[in-house]
């Protein structure tokens, strides 16, 4: 494996008695897309938001560019991204003014050119100078993927990004990340719930349940490994059983 | 740093360039409180009060200071969380610091703009002259400016903490603030436990010293030395506040929650 961009070591978060994250350690290698997946409550989210220093963690560490998230938040913050289906932007401003204002939270210097080519890479160029809020949710979705491109991140966190978007939009949207993850070696962390569009998009994936790490490999591997002929069918089994095989096998 | 308070200036100022509703608002209640006030003023004026109209109409336009950067402060945190956008500046490089600088900013704009409106219209309907205040105008305003400022940054300590369910706090602490300022009235009036409360605020030394300039006996040291001491404490206080809140929700995982409710 490459020198990881990503290592999260013991990474656990407890919420009083209940445990989100326990005991998590993985590592993502430069360039990987990896799917991070599980049923509701498995932990995916409060990965993520330990991983952008959202959360504190209650044990363990996340390092991403070998920097403490904790400790070197700001420093991680100007080299990565986030998007997700759960969170907007600013309704009032037009898809320009929105991309402008986060472009110098970025520090981009000349933020033009940068805001065009993206528009023009989501193919939403026609439409930076409509309202926000008047963009239909696949709109709204690529605006926001422009977003977390702007700072030209190394990393990019994705949640569910193409819940709610029918599946001509959403196979852009896969389209358009593999190929900037191909172009510009962009590490990827993805949840999403659409497991055929996981086994099209992630080198790797890493299958939670109740906080713990239950699977990872590529998504051919897992299956095997689960005798399951699709991903959906090993989600189902992780998500019923909470383990890779079924119970009753493993008592057989 | 100065690109990121720079990209939230911009932010602010696209937001009140695109809503009519949101820059008519800066100028609605303030004059309409002005003509309220001040009509109330004329009135007291001839039956039996010499000077309400300084006093009161004064009052008014100075406590608008204190109050629009309090809000503006405030309802950039709350707007950010309707709005779902808040994930996107926390997961932004902008610091806490300079998302109060630059709403602090923001707030002196949105304290300047109906000032001078309100001093102009104050002038031409009452004949009342702000500025009559003198060298003492200054320092009530930027102590004023300052605790405005240390509410604001509480108050959105508060909002980040509780979400939307502490939305009433965004309108509701300056008008608990009010009766103990004595804005309207000398602190001399008030009870008691009230007037222990009132000289713990700057607020009441800023108003007790406008009373006491428009009487006529002069700007007192005291009174400023005792506003800006208390201007830096609080500001203190409610930036350690703003910190502790945004450590307590990022220990309990509401920050991620906020932007999602």
């Known amino acids: 494996m490459a020198q990881p961009v990503i290592e999260v070591t013991g990474l656990t978060k407890r919420f009083g008695a209940t445990t989100a994250v326990d005991d998590l350690s993985f590592a993502v290698p430069r360039g990987e897309i990896l799917g991070l997946l599980g049923p509701n409550g498995a932990g995916k989210t409060t990965t993520l938001q330990l991983l952008l220093g959202l959360t504190t963690p209650t044990a363990g560490q996340a390092r991403v560019f070998g920097l403490d998230v904790q400790r070197r938040r700001y420093d991680v913050l100007q080299r990565v991204n986030f998007s997700s289906a759960y969170i907007s932007l600013p309704t009032n401003l037009t898809g320009w003014e929105n991309l402008h204002v986060f472009a110098r939270l970025y520090g981009l210097r000349r933020p033009r050119p940068r805001v065009l080519a993206l528009a023009e890479t989501f193919g939403i160029a026609d439409l930076l100078d409509r309202v926000t809020g008047a963009l239909s949710s696949g709109q709204l979705t690529r605006l926001n993927l422009c977003k977390a491109f702007l700072n030209d991140p190394e990393v990019l966190f994705l949640d569910e990004p193409t819940a709610s978007l029918d599946p001509d939009i959403a196979d852009v949207v896969r389209e358009t990340l593999r190929a900037q993850q191909r172009q510009r070696g962009v590490t990827i962390v993805y949840t999403s719930h659409n497991m055929r569009e996981v086994e099209r998009l992630c080198d790797r994936v890493l299958f939670l349940s109740r906080g713990r790490e239950v699977a990872s490999g590529t998504p051919r591997d897992v299956m095997e490994r689960a005798r399951q002929q699709t991903l959906e069918d090993v989600f189902i089994r992780i998500a019923r059983d909470g383990r890779l095989t079924d119970s009753r096998e493993a008592e057989g | ?261």
């Open chain 2, 1 to 261: 740093m100065a690109s990121r308070v720079l990209g939230l200036l911009l932010r602010y100022a696209y937001l009140y360039r695109r809503s009519l509703a949101r820059s008519m608002e800066l100028f609605f209640w303030p004059v309409m409180d002005l003509l309220v006030w001040g009509f109330l003023s004329v009135y007291l004026e001839r039956v039996a009060a010499p000077r309400a109209v300084s006093y009161l109409v004064g009052a008014l336009i100075l406590w608008d200071v204190l109050y629009r950067c309090q809000q503006a402060i405030t309802l950039a945190v709350t707007e950010d969380i309707w709005v779902k956008n808040i994930i996107n500046l926390f997961v932004a490089p902008v610091r806490p610091a300079e998302l109060m600088v630059a709403t602090s900013i923001v707030g002196v704009f949105k304290a300047a703009i109906p000032g001078v409106l309100l001093t102009v219209l104050a002038l031409v309907l009452y004949d009342y002259h702000l500025l009559a205040l003198g060298g003492a105008l200054a320092p009530f305003l930027a102590s004023l400016l300052l605790f405005g400022w240390a509410v604001g940054i509480f108050t959105a300590g508060l909002i980040l903490r509780f979400g939307q369910s502490a939305e009433a706090l965004v309108w509701g602490i300056p008008f608990v603030l009010q009766p103990f300022s004595a804005v309207f009235y000398p602190v001399a009036v008030l009870p008691g436990w009230a007037r222990t409360v009132a000289l713990v605020l700057p607020s009441t030394h800023v108003f007790e010293g406008m009373r006491a300039v428009v009487a006529g006996e002069g700007l007192r040291g005291a009174t400023l030395i005792a506003a800006f001491g208390l201007n830096a404490f609080y500001l203190l206080a409610g930036s350690l506040f703003f910190a502790w809140m945004l450590r307590r929700v990022r220990e309990k995982g509401y920050l991620g929650k906020l932007g999602m409710e």
